[in-house]
């Protein structure tokens, strides 16, 4: 992949009219959309494989479990807030997720944090407050609405008779060979080891999450989703089926979201903000590197009916 990029700013830099007239528009569109994703992500997700490193590696054993409740639903309430201590987005809470399981939390404790870090982050709070402040009650729901979700995921997650088959094999085999094991006396080589696993398995995962976000675009045009933004069911419709297909960060989706204000009601646009950091193309690839298909079944499911009843609520309240 690497090889390719360079090949192709090589062509760009050596001859500029390959890059504008030798390529079909639709290419050019799906060119742009596709990096553009990419650009957006990959700080995200080398920032949260760091910061899976230090919680799996750093942070003493112990340290994290002793300052959470032991009852389960307590539990997963606070786990679900931890995301306001980390400005990272949906897409680099994958492997801090997965660090998570390494240390011994469950698959519950973990998609609670997977769906709220994302809305709850605090980067997220002050976009979303800087682009709609306290109108039109956007602000409040996305942040109780991400809240609720993610515990009744996590609810329902951990009602499953056997947790642990929600997991890939070669991951879960991961997890039972990480708990308990004697701590590396070189933390520098571990983190190192770490991060080159951790990357191999989220970077493929991630280009192909942003080519099929892009090919998605390119496919369907926006101008049909835009103009149906009156109706409030369909544009809740619309609205959430926009958020899954553009795979935009939770930090910066507020303001993408705000271009579309003038058009569409609240709640579709409250919709567009809960779902869009739990589902997309680029998370369901990222998902699928830890979770079993059927896992991600229910999560798009549960998270898909609760964010168009919530959309649907406030379009006739608001």
């Known amino acids: 992949m690497l090889l390719a990029v360079v090949v192709l700013l090589g062509i760009r830099l050596l001859s500029p009219a390959v890059g504008t007239a030798g390529l079909p528009n639709v290419v050019q569109d799906f060119l742009t959309l596709a990096i553009s994703v990419v650009v957006e992500s990959l700080p995200f997700v080398v920032l949260g494989i760091v910061l899976s490193i230090v919680v799996e590696v750093w942070v003493p054993v112990g340290a994290l479990e002793k300052v959470l409740p032991q009852r389960p639903i307590p539990r997963r309430a606070v786990i679900s807030l931890i995301g306001m201590?980390?400005?990272?987005?949906?897409?680099?809470?994958?492997?801090?997720?997965?660090?998570?399981?390494?240390?011994?939390?469950?698959?519950?404790?973990?998609?609670?944090?997977?769906?709220?870090?994302?809305?709850?982050?605090?980067?997220?709070?002050?976009?979303?407050?800087?682009?709609?402040?306290?109108?039109?009650?956007?602000?409040?729901?996305?942040?109780?609405?991400?809240?609720?979700?993610?515990?009744?995921?996590?609810?329902?997650?951990?009602?499953?008779?056997?947790?642990?088959?929600?997991?890939?094999?070669?991951?879960?085999?991961?997890?039972?060979?990480?708990?308990?094991?004697?701590?590396?006396?070189?933390?520098?080589?571990?983190?190192?080891?770490?991060?080159?696993?951790?990357?191999?398995?989220?970077?493929?995962?991630?280009?192909?999450?942003?080519?099929?976000?892009?090919?998605?675009?390119?496919?369907?045009?926006?101008?049909?989703?835009?103009?149906?933004?009156?109706?409030?069911?369909?544009?809740?419709?619309?609205?959430?089926?926009l958020a899954m297909t553009v795979s935009l960060c939770s930090n910066v989706d507020a303001f993408f979201a705000l271009s579309f204000a003038s058009t569409?009601?609240?709640?579709?646009?409250?919709?567009?903000?809960?779902?869009?950091?739990?589902?997309?193309?680029?998370?369901?690839?990222?998902?699928?590197?830890?979770?079993?298909a059927r896992l991600l079944v229910l999560l798009a499911v549960v998270c898909v009916l609760f964010a168009a009843t919530v959309g649907l609520v406030m379009n006739v309240l608001v």
């Open 85 to 241: 201590l980390f400005p990272v987005c949906e897409c680099g809470n994958v492997p801090l997720a997965r660090g998570l399981m390494m240390r011994g939390f469950t698959p519950a404790e973990a998609v609670t944090f997977l769906v709220a870090a994302p809305i709850l982050n605090p980067l997220v709070i002050i976009s979303t407050a800087q682009a709609f402040g306290w109108s039109g009650w956007i602000l409040p729901v996305r942040i109780v609405g991400g809240f609720v979700i993610a515990n009744l995921v996590g609810w329902i997650v951990a009602a499953h008779r056997r947790p642990a088959d929600l997991l890939l094999p070669a991951f879960e085999a991961r997890c039972r060979a990480a708990i308990g094991a004697p701590r590396s006396r070189n933390r520098w080589r571990e983190s190192a080891a770490q991060f080159g696993g951790e990357t191999a398995t989220m970077m493929p995962a991630l280009f192909v999450g942003a080519g099929l976000a892009a090919a998605i675009q390119v496919a369907v045009p926006r101008s049909t989703l835009v103009s149906i933004g009156a109706n409030p069911v369909l544009s809740v419709a619309a609205m959430m089926l």
């Open 264 to 292: 569409f009601l609240p709640g579709s646009i409250t919709a567009f903000l809960i779902i869009g950091p739990i589902i997309d193309v680029k998370m369901i690839a990222l998902l699928r590197t830890t979770f079993r």
